[in-house]
């Protein structure tokens, strides 16, 4: 439960959370607007901003090319309790997990969370494989040119313009949607 003042303004300390969006199997922009839907409706939640939607070849994994974007949550929600979100979420849409890498119909990875620095065995942040994945980086970078920066959570570290360059050449990644994919 949010706690409030006495004029009905929230005590909770509020974050801005990053949150790549994933998937390979079914009709995946669909299920990436119900996921992003979903993630807005949390308690204590509000969509910031989505990045555009882009298709990327599978990496270190199988099935056909992947849809992928990346939004930016402002919450209330620590980052566990927003990680046992995102695994409800991603349970609502079918998602099993038969094999490491295995294609999904959807993929939630929580990949910065207000700056915070945490390693347990059911999450660590930031994401400890974003840096090598040109359909985090991409989307990230595009989301992180329009958003205002807020003292209260800090930005997500990028990799160098040339260096996502690169990973995205080796990964291959494309445009295929503007931010306006949500509409």
């Known amino acids: 439960m949010i706690k ?3 004029w009905g303004l929230s005590l909770a300390p509020r974050f801005r959370a990053h949150v790549a969006l994933g998937g390979n199997l079914g009709d995946v922009r669909a299920r990436l607007q119900a996921a ?18 882009y298709r990327t070849r599978p990496v270190d994994a199988g099935g056909p090319d992947f849809l992928n974007a ?17 695994l409800r979420i991603e ?26 620095m945490l390693q347990t065995p059911t999450l660590t942040l930031p994401h400890p494989r974003q840096h090598g994945r040109a359909f985090v980086m991409t989307p990230l970078a595009e989301l992180l040119g329009r958003l205002p920066t ?4 800090p930005n997500p570290d990028l990799l160098s313009a040339e260096k996502r360059a690169q990973l995205a050449a080796e990964q291959g990644i494309e445009t295929i949607s503007g931010p306006n994919w949500l509409d």
Do not use: F, K, W
Request: proline share 6%.
């Open 70 to 86: 990346v939004v930016a949550l402002d919450t209330v929600l620590a980052p566990q309790e927003l990680m046992r979100a995102l």
């Open 4 to 6: 409030v003042d006495a």
């Open 150 to 153: 807020r003292a209260d959570s």
């Open 36 to 53: 992003v839907a979903a993630l807005a409706a949390l308690p204590g939640t509000r969509l910031e901003g989505a990045s555009s939607l």
């Open 91 to 116: 349970l609502d849409n079918e998602r099993e997990r038969p094999h490491v890498n295995a294609p999904r119909t959807l993929d939630l990875d929580l990949l910065h969370h207000g700056g915070a």
